[in-house]
């Protein structure tokens, strides 16, 4: 049986329960992202999905989002101009700083009644069918499980950045190293699967340049906000490249020799 929604009237996408989880997620985060410098970029990127999950939550009335979605985004602007601080000098950084702070906390009340309203307004949530969670047909387990809140979201370049990131980190744990181009020589990563022996090398070759595009792929959406990355299809099939790597890496050893 699947999962009941709340009211159409909301125009919501997501079950209420998964954008309780979800927004829950994002609330926990308040605290680091209130401690980072104002121009840190994971700033930007947590505003982003945040909003990308509360519109996916009650919905695009008309293609513009939500009053939910905008009450968290223009939580705390006001001008500068109106705590004191206007002068030829500019605003003092630790204003900046403060300002910051303070934004991130009238997002967090936000974020605090989105899910109070959830809560209120949804109905119990159904008993899952004992497949209806289960990962998509050809994504890895592990990508999947830390990707999946990300790509229902909508929030599909940080999804797949995610999944690059678990690449780099499972190459860290095996090898001491995260780049394709020093897991197979200095790491000594070897993946067993080649169909003959005779091929082994050029099986491992192939590994090697696999690893060594999400290297590039990765540097290359991790210098945008977006990555350009909107259709869900084509972030899925960077998922499956990601599912391909820790596919191989199930079955890699390290050689001594």
């Known amino acids: 049986m699947a999962t009941r929604k709340l009211p159409d009237s909301l125009g919501h996408t997501l079950p209420p329960q998964r954008a309780i989880e979800l927004l829950r997620d994002r609330l926990n985060d308040c605290q680091r992202i209130k401690a980072l410098p104002r121009a840190d970029p994971e700033i930007q990127k947590w505003v982003s999905t945040t909003q ?3 519109d996916a939550t009650f919905g695009k009335p008309d293609g ?3 009053q939910m979605t905008n009450q968290f985004t223009h939580a705390g602007s006001f001008p500068i101009q109106r705590a004191g601080f206007s002068g030829r000098g500019g605003t003092p950084e630790h204003v900046l700083q403060k300002y910051h702070q303070l934004r991130t906390d009238q997002r ?3 974020l605090e009644s989105c899910i109070e309203q959830l809560e209120i307004l949804a109905p119990p949530a159904a ?3 004992s497949g209806s969670r289960t990962a998509q047909i050809g994504i890895h ?6 990707c999946e809140d990300l790509y229902e979201a909508g929030a599909l370049a940080e999804a797949v950045e995610k999944s690059f990131k678990i690449v780099r980190d499972q190459l860290r744990a095996l090898t001491g190293f995260e780049k394709g181009s020093e897991v197979f020589g200095k790491g000594r990563l070897h993946i067993r699967g080649a169909i003959a022996s005779h091929v082994d090398s050029d099986f491992n070759e192939g590994a090697k340049f696999l690893f060594m595009a999400i290297d590039m792929f990765r540097n290359e959406k991790s210098h945008t906000s977006d990555a350009k990355i ?3 299809g084509r972030a899925q099939q960077y998922l499956i490249l990601s599912s391909l790597a820790m596919s191989l890496l199930d079955d890699a050893e ?3 020799s």
């Open 127 to 129: 008993p899952e069918s």
């Open 108 to 110: 967090k009340a936000v």
């Open 52 to 54: 990308a999950i509360l």
């Open 254 to 256: 390290i050689r001594t």
């Open 64 to 66: 513009q989002s939500h």
């Open 230 to 232: 909107t259709d869900p």
């Open 141 to 146: 387990p592990q990508i999947w499980a830390k």
